[in-house]
């Protein structure tokens, strides 16, 4: 079994920057792309970036030239730097990834992390 455990929301004025993390544990034999999801009250889930295991990125038009995302394969873990940040970038953040584990491949999600941004 794979888990995400992601960290780093909080409440932040507008302009102001987070940093949120997703550390992928449990038993892993590899991982393939990791990224961000985001749903924001009364909308739906929306991809905010991913990254593929050699290092290639694609960020949502919404957010590009304010996030960059990054990851640690050594450590399994994906970063989400924010800059920059908008009230209308609240919502709960997920960390997603395709993993093999034990049970074979599988896609697996954090619990989510809220990012508040304030006006």
């Known amino acids: 079994q794979v888990q995400l455990v992601e960290s780093g929301g909080g409440l932040v004025q507008a302009g102001g920057s987070l940093r949120l993390s997703c550390a992928a544990s449990g038993s892993i034999f590899s991982i393939n792309a990791m990224g961000w999801y985001r749903q924001a009250p009364g909308k739906q889930r929306e991809l905010v970036a991913v990254?593929?295991?050699?290092?290639?990125?694609n960020y949502a038009d919404s957010v590009k030239g304010r996030f960059t995302i990054s990851r640690d394969n050594a450590k399994n873990t994906v970063y989400l730097q924010m800059i920059n940040l908008k009230p209308e970038d609240t919502a709960v953040y997920y960390c997603n990834t395709d993993a093999e584990g034990d049970a074979g491949w599988g896609d697996y999600w954090g619990q989510g992390t809220q990012v508040t941004v304030s006006s």
């Open positions: 990254i593929t295991s050699g290092g290639s990125t």
